[in-house]
């Protein structure tokens, strides 16, 4: 993968004061129907890699460990498009190819968050 090549991610997750929401559609006018298939039977596992065809579900906490005002961790939900899918077996690779790819604007936000 190299850095040049925009990566097409479907991302959700939630901020200090704010719930879930989308912070990236991949692309789609709706992202919540890919959102759903990819997730779809996925539970509440904290860390999930789930490929299915040509995209994959993948969750993890933030890496900083940074939590909500309830103190609850912030977990990281993202719809993983091909190539990208095809460069990642695991949740631990999931979070080493698409947390660059994010971790930037989660911060901006993260920053902004402050109330």
């Known amino acids: 993968m190299t850095a040049s ?3 097409r991610l479907v991302w959700a997750t939630r901020g200090r ?3 879930f929401r989308f912070l990236r ?3 789609e006018v709706d992202p919540l129907p890919v959102y759903e298939r990819a997730f779809a ?6 860390t999930i890699w789930l490929p299915r065809g ?3 579900a993948l969750r993890f906490p933030d890496p900083l460990g940074r939590t909500d005002r309830a103190g609850r961790t912030i977990p990281h939900e993202f719809v993983v ?3 990208l899918r095809d460069a990642i077996d695991s949740v631990d690779d999931g979070r080493r190819l698409v947390w660059p790819l994010v971790a930037d604007e989660f911060r901006d936000l993260w ?3 402050r109330t």
């Open 41 to 46: 039977g996925a539970g509440n596992e904290t």
């Open 17 to 19: 004061t704010w719930g």
């Open 54 to 56: 040509d995209l994959a």
């Open 111 to 113: 920053e902004l968050d």
């Open 81 to 83: 498009y091909r190539p």
């Open 25 to 27: 559609d991949g692309g």
């Open 5 to 7: 090549v925009p990566q």
